[in-house]
T-cell receptor
Framework: TQLLEQSPQFLSIQEGENLTVYCNSS?????LQWYRQEPGEGPVLLVT?????EVKKLKRLTFQFGDARKDSSLHITAAQPGDTGLYLC??????????????FGTGTLLAVQP | DTEVTQTPKHLVMGMTNKKSLKCEQH?????MYWYKQKAKKPPELMFV???????INESVPSRFSPECPNSSLLNLHLHALQPEDSALYLC?????????????FGPGTRLTVT
């Protein structure tokens, strides 16, 4: 059982369309992050959300943290081919001190066709 | 400089070979990480070094041996690997080990075991 389930797993859309990616869990988190990984590169941090209900915008990307801090969504408006990549949500798992670690969701692979 | 560099970019090795992956950062980060990533899957944490000491080993087989010679350098020594070890190996770093947020990832080493 995965701690963070993302949906959809794969998404192929045309340029200009809108889309939403979801990250769900049964656990409560103090904060949540979204990363994007382009082909041939490592993941790059997009945003960190920390407050239940929080909404953050990054150009055409809108991130929301659920009120109960168990889930999050990423909405992309007017998708462009440059948005193509693997989108990953991630949360901090507290093991204590130097054993704290980041755990990634199952991932959503997005392909935007020109 | 917000860059994490990894060498080599690609590596093909036989099951009897010994090879090493190298990772370097000059951001003054005191935590460094090794992740393994299979195609279209999220990164899986392997090892964490905090202040040059191994703080997390996620039950990784002993054929993978990490080393942190100094605060800027992280190595992963490989010996007697199996074909199922073929994957993208990502290195990352973050400023504070106790709060492994805002991890900066390198582009990865694509490893193929024949």
């Amino acid at each position: 059982t995965q701690l963070l389930e993302q949906s959809p797993q794969f998404l192929s859309i045309q340029e200009g369309e809108n889309l939403t990616v979801y990250c769900n869990s049964s656990s409560v988190f103090s904060s949540l992050q979204w990363y994007r990984q382009e082909p041939g590169e490592g993941p790059v941090l997009l945003v960190t959300v920390v407050t239940g209900g929080e909404v953050k915008k990054l150009k055409r990307l809108t991130f929301q943290f659920g009120d109960a801090r168990k889930d999050s969504s990423l909405h992309i408006t007017a998708a462009q081919p440059g948005d193509t990549g693997l989108y990953l949500c991630a949360v901090l798992i507290l093991g204590g001190g130097a054993t704290n670690k980041l755990i990634f969701g199952t991932g959503t692979l997005l392909a935007v066709q020109p | 400089d917000t860059e994490v560099t990894q060498t080599p970019k690609h590596l093909v090795m036989g099951m009897t070979n010994k090879k090493s992956l190298k990772c370097e950062q000059h951001m003054g980060h005191r935590a460094m990480y090794w992740y393994k990533q299979k195609a279209k899957k999220p990164p899986e944490l392997m090892f964490v070094y905090s202040y040059e000491k191994l703080s997390i080993n996620e039950s990784v087989p002993s054929r993978f041996s990490p080393e942190c010679p100094n605060s800027s350098l992280l190595n992963l020594h490989l010996h007697a690997l199996q074909p199922e070890d073929s994957a993208l190996y990502l290195c990352a770093s973050s400023l504070r080990p106790h709060v492994p947020y805002e991890q900066y990832f390198g582009p990865g080493t694509r490893l193929t075991v024949t």
